[in-house]
């Protein structure tokens, strides 16, 4: 969590959410998801970022908030959006249980598959670790009150088995965030970096999605692709400890270590007070 390089993977956690084509409606009625697709990740990454670096009671109003939000996103799949296995006219709720799990389930799957790729490093207990306390946060978003997943290998099988035979097949509406997401806004609207990175990005992303996933996207995936994804993340592993402090070191994280050792840098609280709340910084 701590690794700004896994932003280079994130937009992997939507194309694998919406998969769910329930939840690909949602974000298509109820989110402005279409006309601001790097808004709305903008708005994820600072509540994932408040979930695993604020305080606990930061931690607790993100989530209150976010299940406010949620009471309105209902509604039905509508004609010509149904799969073969999610009927048009199913209806659809944020706070359906199974949905609740899923969004998370999926964003955690992706930090530690995209954790493994561009950094290495985590053990099997630390993979078991980070799937073990993000049940915390999935009870907070009202999963239920029983642990979601005891282990990284039990939260992978989970996935798996909803990939092939359960209501994960991506539809209309996750077809239509796809192309969002790997066409990216207009050039004018995104600064010039983030502009230069998008094609590795989008290699990146593509890459680590499930086969079955890429393929049920339609994504065309040739072998020189996945040679060149290949030689893109070893690129990225050999440079990432070479890389100075900020891009290498999330400063929420920084603030994070600050906090726990009873002090820390302004600058650092600053940095953690832009991220959880930018509109009052």
Known sequence: MAEPVLGLGASRALLLQTTHPLVA?????????????V???TRTVAWVTTVAFGTTAQARAACRGLNRRHRAVEGLLPPGHGTRRVRAGTPYAARDAALILWVP???????????????????AGDRDRMVCEWNVVARLLGAGAAPAFASWPGLQAWIARDIVDGPVLPGRAAREVAATILGGPPPGDVPLVRRA????????????L??????????RWRRRDAGAHAAALAAIRRSHPWLPPPPRRSPAHQAALARLEGGGSRRARAALRRIVDPQRS
């Open 25 to 37: 409606q949602g974000a298509l009625d109820h989110s402005r998801f279409a006309p601001d697709p």
């Open 210 to 219: 499930p086969e079955p996933v890429r393929d049920a996207y339609g994504i």
């Open 197 to 208: 990175l998008r094609p590795l990005t989008r290699l990146v992303v593509q890459g680590l």
């Open 39 to 41: 808004g709305r990740l």
């Open 105 to 123: 389930a999926a964003l955690v799957e992706t930090l530690i598959v995209c954790h493994d790729a561009l950094v290495g490093g985590l053990t």
